[in-house]
């Protein structure tokens, strides 16, 4: 007697002698996709004839490394986040630092280096809107922890995002270039 069911893959119907080795696999412990490997079936053809043989899965395993996974993403989150706060306190460190910088600019293809005591506004520009960037994108991050706490450090932080826009005020254009 053979199943009902065809393979997800369009094989033949499952035989007698699948179905046996099926249920034998399952009894040494094997899960759905290490049967579904070793038979040569399909996930959910697999699934379909234990549920026949009145068979089940331990989904333990399954939870288990779900939830690892989950914690390994927070933990990367939170690395990620801390680099980006690194990044944000040392292009604020550049932008409010006293003295001369020491920048760069091509000149008939070729580096010039030259030093002034205020950064161009393109410069500053970037900066704070990649330190704007940085404390969205930091914020956001914090917001997938679901933290209760992390809605008012959110706010503060895009706050403070928004003021160092103002800080900057109007952005005069000193490069003569519009």
Known sequence: MTNQYADDDHNPRVTDAERAEIRRLHAEGHGRNEI??????????????????????????????????????????????????????SDLAYLRQAGAYSLVEVSAGKAVPFVTERLPAQDRRALITGISTGITAASRLEALEGDPGVAGATSLLMNLSEAFRQAAGPVEDDTGEG
């Open 36 to 89: 579904a490997r070793r038979v040569g079936r399909g996930k959910r053809t697999v699934s379909r004839v234990a549920e026949d043989l009145g068979l089940s899965f331990d989904r333990t395993a399954t939870a288990v490394a779900t939830e690892a996974k989950v914690i390994d993403a927070r933990a990367r989150r939170a690395r990620i986040v801390e680099q980006l706060y690194d990044v944000i306190e």
